[in-house]
Nanobody, 116 residues
Framework: QVQLMESGGGMVQAGGSLRLSCVGS????????IDWYRQAPGKERDFVAT???????NYADSVKGRFTISMDNARNTVYLQMNNVRPDDTGVYYC??????????WGQGTQVTVSS
């Protein structure tokens, strides 16, 4: 059974940093595409960043230059380093994995709250 577990969320002041982690079980990240999405209160879930399967990392315009996505294949883990965070980065951050067969899996999310 595929499981994704996000962690690393919390409360941080504007200008600070957080590192989110997404650990996968029963699905090899090395052959998958892994995305981060976020959902602010009352809003739709939006794309943040993507990596994997030989594709260069790509980011939403709102986080370019501030966030970095990376993967540790040995740990089957993807990270999202969030620097210089802003209040509008607040939301629940979700890890999404698309397997080589096209199956889509979501984690349960981790809350990030940025105070001004």
């Amino acid at each position: 059974q595929v499981q994704l577990m996000e962690s690393g969320g919390g409360m941080v002041q504007a200008g600070g940093s957080l590192r989110l982690s997404c650990v996968g079980s029963s699905i090899p990240f090395s052959t998958s595409t892994i995305d981060w999405y976020r959902q602010a209160p009352g809003k739709e879930r939006d794309f943040v960043a993507t990596t994997g399967r030989g594709v260069p990392p790509n980011y939403a315009d709102s986080v370019k230059g501030r966030f970095t996505i990376s993967m540790d294949n040995a740990r089957n883990t993807v990270y999202l380093q969030m620097n210089n965070v802003r209040p509008d980065d607040t939301g629940v951050y979700y890890c999404r994995v698309v397997s080589i067969l096209g199956n889509v899996y979501w984690g349960q999310g981790t809350q990030v709250t940025v105070s001004s």
